[in-house]
Nanobody, 127 residues
């Protein structure tokens, strides 16, 4: 089993930045990909970005490309989501997710591929 705990959410004005953290514990050595998803009120959960465990491959949703950056500290079993140039439409609950089997790159956007989820952290961007 893997446990994921997000932190770092909060409120910020448009144009500002936030950094989310996702700390993994348990059988972390099996994790293949860690991803970030978000869900705004009344909307479906959507893919934000994901990174393969060695940090070699990273993918982002078009809506955040160039603004959000995923990084990791394997010594701390922690993945980060640096969010810059935030917009009101980035307001959502952000979830960290992990999968412990090999998943093809083109399937990283699919929430059903991930078998571990954090509890979520709220990000609110005001205009």
């Amino acid at each position: 089993q893997v446990q994921l705990v997000e932190s770092g959410g909060g409120s910020v004005q448009a144009g500002g930045s936030l950094r989310l953290s996702c700390a993994a514990s348990g059988r972390t050595f099996n994790i293949y990909v860690m991803g970030w998803f978000r869900q705004a009120p009344g909307k479906e959960r959507e893919f934000v970005g994901a990174q393969e465990r060695r940090g070699i491959s990273t993918g982002y949703a078009d809506s955040v490309k160039g603004r959000f950056i995923i990084s990791r500290d394997n010594a701390k079993n922690t993945v980060y989501l640096q969010m810059n140039s935030l917009k009101p439409e980035d307001t959502a609950v952000y979830y960290c997710a992990a999968v412990d089997t090999v998943v093809a790159y083109n399937r990283w956007t699919r929430s059903q591929e991930y078998n571990y989820w954090g509890q979520g952290t709220q990000v609110t961007v005001s205009s």
